[in-house]
């Protein structure tokens, strides 16, 4: 029992290792690597904390190197999905009356073992599973996620010393309780970060969760589900469940104790998923929580004002890193006519510096893209920018599946601002570019608001204050995440909450105080010490 108000360690964000060539870290990288590719694993459910294998199971390979079988995956059935809700169930009784503390304490611990004695381990199973560089996975799936746990605690510790006002003669008090039944979280593949930080940062709230992990980057997911247990995560609380989304989502969704929802993913997905909630919602115990990410057509909008080389890179690092398979990703840009002939002369040039390819090889920017699935739409859209009268690509447009899924990253320039990838999420490394009149800018602005039913992220370049101010006001509504002077990705706990609005989800901003309240229902109390013995009043006299 708690005999003190506990305050968990003031969080800093984790510094990230650079793996330059001669650091000790590059060594210990490359050694897990390779530790890795000359073994299979099998992976199985982790349901009440015992593993579960079914008759049911898929290949794991490397996107850059198809042919190369990292390990066997074992995937739920109805059955499964079963046998994890009432594990969920079971568990949670003990895990709600855990003292908030002691659940924050796990997640901690795991915070420490990931930049510590796992580092490597899960730097390189994301490099491998979800082909990205050493910079990409360092970013986030270590630096990004160990903030997650460290700053998600710190919130809650605020969220519960939060106590409301009490007059002379009573005592009132908030008690911050988990949600009553079993959440869901289904999570993305291409953030190792943002699929353990969904189901995590629920059961430090004192909630028990159904974990359906993207199957196409299982492979790191699977590593942090035993780092969690490593981290002395009770079993049931959290219970591993990679399978299809209508295997898993079905019969939870029609369960009586179902929750909550936690969803990064696709639009399409999303809206099935709250529209199979509404349907059932007359059966469930109390109305479900509802927290989704999307996805975005997100902008970079350049000014005259605006520095070539700044917007270069900006335009690359925001483009291209982790080949476009960001929420985040510039996918569309508008340029102002005045600067347009000296910017194209600087783009080009280096996108074709780009070099792209086995993420083995520390010299890439590059790796593959998923799988085959994203590989064949993000190159149909290519294809239609090839065949288009209204468009033409000024770099890159080659793309190749013989031996990983590879695309070039590539630039369209189109006369259209309505082209359809300009309106299009694509989720690859293919940017559009719109030039503008110089005069019409604050047209062209409103252009950009209009364009996209999403509202995710979006950078302007301008040096101009007034200007920035007048861009900042028109594109209020256009980004959740807005960015002047920078590239509109890599937003950081603490520093940029992540989330946005209209069709891009719900805005609940992951790795915030206002995140982990969802996850929370208040009970007030008020304690009278001397009640009234008359029901009487005054005016009654």
Not at 25 to 37: D, F, V, Y
Request: proline residues 6%; aromatic residues 12%.
């Amino acid at each position: 029992m708690t005999q003190a108000n506990f305050n968990v360690p003031i969080p800093k964000n984790e510094p990230y290792n650079s793996y330059a060539p001669g650091t000790p870290e590059r060594e210990g990288l490359k050694a897990a690597i390779k530790r890795m590719l000359s073994q299979e694993i099998d992976i199985p459910l982790v349901i009440g904390g015992q593993d579960v294998r079914t008759d049911d199971t898929r290949p794991v390979v490397l996107p850059h190197q198809h042919e190369h079988k990292l390990g066997t995956l074992h995937m739920a059935g109805e059955k499964e999905v079963e046998m994890a809700m009432e594990a969920a169930m079971d568990a949670r009784s003990q895990w709600a009356a855990t003292p908030w503390e002691d659940r924050v304490a796990v997640f901690l611990k795991a915070a420490d073992l990931l930049t510590d004695s796992w580092r490597y381990t899960i730097n390189a199973a994301t490099m491998l599973g979800q082909s990205k560089t050493p910079h990409q996975a360092e970013i986030e799936a270590v630096g990004e996620l160990a903030d997650f746990f460290r700053f998600n605690a710190h919130y809650l510790t605020g969220v519960m010393s939060d106590q409301p006002y009490s007059p002379d003669g009573m005592w009132n008090r908030v008690e911050y309780r988990p949600l009553e039944g079993f959440l869901l979280a289904i999570t993305p593949f291409n953030f190792t970060a943002i699929g353990v930080n969904l189901p995590t940062s629920m059961a430090m709230c004192g909630n028990v969760v159904l974990w359906k992990p993207a199957t196409s980057s299982i492979f790191s997911n699977y590593y942090m589900m035993r780092l969690l247990q490593e981290a002395g995560l009770p079993d049931g609380v959290i219970n591993f469940l990679p399978g299809s989304g209508p295997t898993v989502s079905g019969p939870v969704l029609k369960n009586r104790h179902f929750a909550g929802l936690q969803f990064t993913g696709s639009e399409a997905t999303f809206n099935h998923l709250w529209k199979a909630i509404s349907e059932n919602v007359e059966h469930y115990d109390s109305y479900p929580r509802i927290v989704g990410e999307t996805g975005g057509k997100d902008f970079i909008f350049a000014h005259n004002s605006a520095d070539i080389e700044e917007l270069t890179t900006a335009t690359i690092r925001g483009a291209f890193e982790y080949q476009g398979q960001k929420c985040s990703a510039a996918s569309r840009m508008y340029v102002p006519d005045s600067i347009w002939p000296e910017f194209r002369d600087h783009l080009p040039g280096e996108v074709a510096k780009i070099k792209t390819g086995n993420v083995e090889d520390f010299s890439c920017f590059m790796g593959a893209v998923i799988d085959k699935k994203a590989f064949q739409s993000i190159t149909g859209y290519i294809d239609y920018a090839k065949e288009a009268d209204d468009a033409e690509i000024i770099a890159g447009g080659g793309y190749d599946d013989s031996v990983g899924y590879f695309v070039e990253p590539t630039v369209i320039l189109t006369s259209n601002p309505k082209f359809k990838t300009m309106e299009e999420e694509i989720f690859g490394p293919v940017l559009t570019i719109y030039v503008y009149k110089d005069d019409e800018f604050e047209e062209t602005l409103k252009l950009c608001n209009e364009t996209s039913p999403y509202g995710l992220t979006g950078a302007i370049f301008a040096k101009n204050r007034y200007v920035i101010q007048k861009m900042s006001d028109i594109l209020r509504d256009a980004a959740g995440n807005f960015y002047i002077n920078d590239k509109p990705t890599a937003a950081v706990v603490n520093q940029q909450p992540f989330g946005g609005a209209r069709r891009s989800g719900t805005n609940d901003k992951a790795g915030s105080k206002q995140n982990m309240l969802r996850w929370l229902s208040t009970r007030a109390i008020k304690e009278t010490f001397d009640p009234p013995k008359d029901w009487t009043y005054p005016y009654m006299e």
